[in-house]
């Protein structure tokens, strides 16, 4: 009996193991195929978001606010959560492939903002664009405004 317990625990504890090792997190670059990937837009761009490491500049949760020193964004990253707000969605798909090469300055006599938007034409698919363009409109937060929601 108690031998029978020892086995079914060993087995399940292999199977969990082998289950780990076949769904690695996704490393950076490698995309989806279409049978395994989220079938709604939003959760899709929320992988495309995490894939390309919009977060190191604007947060997990695209508040933003890591130091852009003489930016003229309030010296920050800017937020994304709000872009539902400015921008129609062919505009930021546009935004998003273009970039921004050169951050205005805050103080125009002061030193170059160290970070910039990168451009994203060369690596992403079009439809990761347009998955990220829905992800970012749905951080819009609900307090901000009714229009939206
Ligand atoms: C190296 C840092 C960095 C990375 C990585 C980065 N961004 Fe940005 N992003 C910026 C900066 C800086 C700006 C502000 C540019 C400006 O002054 O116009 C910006 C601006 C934006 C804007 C416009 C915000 C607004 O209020 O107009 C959007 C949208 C955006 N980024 C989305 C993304 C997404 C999505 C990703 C990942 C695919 C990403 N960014 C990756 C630094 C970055």
Known sequence: MKRALVVVLLVAGVGVV????????LPNGVRLTAGDA????????????????CATCHGVDGKGGFPNQNAETD?????????????????LRQRLL?????????????PRPPYRMPGWR?????????????????????????KWR
């Open 98 to 110: 273009d970039g921004t090469p050169t951050v205005g300055k805050a103080d125009a006599k002061g």
């Open 38 to 53: 989220p079938s709604n837009a939003v959760e899709r761009g929320r992988l495309v978001y995490r894939r390309y490491g």
């Open 75 to 91: 010296g920050k990253v800017p937020a994304v959560i709000y872009v539902a707000e400015g921008y129609t969605d062919r505009e």
């Open 122 to 146: 060369a690596q992403m698919t079009d439809r990761e664009v347009d998955d990220l363009v829905q992800y970012l409109k749905s951080l819009y937060p609900k307090s901000a405004g009714e």
């Open 18 to 25: 082998v289950a780990r090792i076949q769904t690695p997190p």
